[in-house]
């Protein structure tokens, strides 16, 4: 990229990666809040950091255990328990603001609880729910290409390859139905439970960035989301700078 990453015109932000290949995309956006520009990356690199950070699956919350995409939520009765609360009875013995979140947090996980089935963790990372069928193929499909790297008559290639090209086209077939059905999944439960369809739309998005590892102060690679986030406020912390004199007009800012 020859674009400047300065308001001067000059290039300050440097990324340093030993394989260009890995890089898909690079954008530079200008930006009121400082004189340098946004430097954004996009990336393909998945490295087992992130294969670490999934193992670590935890729930910080009730609602994060829930399974709201299930279909055995019952979600008349929980509107039902929701309109059934005093609401203002419950309210009145907080002393502030926070004490009423807490309060309005609790009863609402209380009945989610009641009517949401919980999310279920995989007991090992990476296995997927294949179909028999597919498997079967695949399986086939390794020996025909152990056979083919082998010395065979012609007679025996020509058959194998032709077996080989079959297995594909029935492997196509059935990853496309595969995604037919999750998409028709996705397409009827839009009205039900829109938060499962654009669930289902995000994972075809262009990128799905993640942040870390990160580096910390010892040199040690830090995955821990809390431990990253304490990291990236100290950081941002040490390069504040002194904002500008003069306030900025939101019309422009926020254009």
């Known amino acids: ?27 530079c956006t200008e930006t009121k809040m400082s004189d340098h520009h946004i430097v954004e990356i996009s ?20 609602f994060a ?13 929980i509107k039902h328990d929701l309109q059934c609360v005093d ?57 025909v290409v152990k056979q083919l790297s082998k010395q065979q008559p012609p007679a025996m290639r020509n058959n194998l390859t032709s077996e080989l090209v079959d297995i594909e086209l029935k492997l196509q077939d ?12 996705a397409i009827c439960a839009i009205k039900r439970n829109p938060k499962y369809f654009f669930t289902y739309v995000k994972r075809f998005s262009k990128s799905k960035p993640s942040v870390g590892p990160l580096r910390n102060a010892d040199g040690k690679f830090v995955v821990d989301s809390k431990e990253m ?12 700078s002194t904002p500008f004199s003069e306030p900025l007009n939101p019309d422009e800012t926020f254009k």
């Open 87 to 143: 609401w203002e009875a419950e309210f009145s013995i907080a002393n502030d603001p926070a004490n009423k979140i807490d309060i309005f947090t609790k009863l609402c996980e209380d009945i989610a609880v009641k009517h949401t089935p919980k999310k279920k963790v995989a007991k090992s990372l990476g296995r997927s729910k294949i179909p028999r069928e597919r498997k079967v193929l695949m399986r086939r499909r390794t020996k």
């Open 1 to 27: 990229m020859n674009e400047a990453t300065h308001r001067s015109g000059n290039n300050l932000d440097l990324v340093f990666t030993n394989s260009r290949h890995l890089i898909s995309e690079i954008t």
């Open 229 to 240: 986030a304490e990291l990236l406020s100290m950081q941002y912390s040490s390069v504040f």
């Open 174 to 185: 059935s990853f496309a139905l595969s995604n037919t059905l999750q998409e028709n999944k």
């Open 65 to 77: 255990s829930l399974n709201f995409f299930s279909e055995d939520v019952n979600w008349d009765q």
């Open 43 to 62: 990336t393909h690199f998945k490295s087992h950091f992130a294969r670490a950070q999934k193992k670590h699956t935890k729930f910080h919350n009730t």
